[in-house]
């Protein structure tokens, strides 16, 4: 079965400061990968998703961006990161001939 | 625009009670429905889906209704157990990559 894997769990980071988030999955290939935010007390936005290398497509304006480097691999990054980027960062997959969506352990960050 | 909506923050409901979380949607063009539990600090879990071909699915202590006329879905978990006090994730899809996810309702479970 596939697993998901993001890191670190938890980030502290300054206003302004550049911010890279990983996120790795095993046991599936060409999968649909997606990032996730949750606000506190908040829904699930969709930031990003995938449906192959190097294919990226953007849900909302915003201060981050994706990439895609090798199929099992998702990055999300920022070159100067806002107070309001702080939340809760989620990766999930989707395999091919499914409509499930499967998440990872997530990312909780802080911008101060 | 919300497409999809959980329009009751919170639910608490007694050990060994039923809990119903209630879900509406207003793209008729989603055919496919998702519940996720979500604990604190953690990724969601998937729990149980519905085609629009079907208007019920049951997997062990939880079940999925869809209403389409109404455009409405509920989840029904019997019977509460503690550990199912989280908060659960409506979603839908039309098939094109995404999920359009609802809000959240916080289930508390009380002993």
């Known amino acids: 079965s596939q697993t998901i894997h993001q890191w670190p769990a938890t980030l502290v980071q300054p206003v302004g400061s550049p911010l890279s988030l990983e996120c790795t999955v095993e046991?599936?290939?060409?999968?649909?990968l997606y990032w996730y935010r949750q606000a506190a007390g908040r829904g699930l936005q969709l930031l990003f998703y995938s449906v192959g290398i190097g294919q990226i497509s953007s849900e909302v304006p915003q201060n981050l961006s994706a990439s895609r480097p090798q199929d099992r691999q998702f990055i999300l990054s920022s070159k100067k990161l806002l107070l309001s980027d702080s939340g809760f960062y989620l990766c999930?997959?989707?395999?091919?001939?499914?409509?499930?969506?499967?998440f990872g352990p997530g990312t909780r960050l802080l911008v101060l | 625009d919300q497409q999809v909506k959980q329009n009751s923050p919170s639910l608490s409901v007694q050990e060994g009670r039923i809990s119903i979380l209630n879900c509406d949607y207003t793209n008729s063009m989603f055919d496919y429905f998702l519940w996720y539990k979500k604990y604190p600090a953690e990724g969601p879990t998937f729990l149980i889906s519905i085609s629009s071909i079907k208007d019920k699915n049951e997997d062990g202590r939880f079940t999925v209704f869809l209403n389409k006329s109404a455009k409405h879905l509920s989840l029904h978990i019997v019977p509460s157990q503690p550990g199912d006090s989280a908060v659960y994730f409506c979603a839908a899809s039309s098939n094109d990559y995404k999920l359009s996810f609802g809000a959240g309702t916080t289930v508390t479970v009380r002993a």
């Open positions: 999930a997959l989707k395999q091919g001939g499914s409509e499930t969506q499967y």
């Open positions: 046991g599936t290939s060409n999968p649909n």
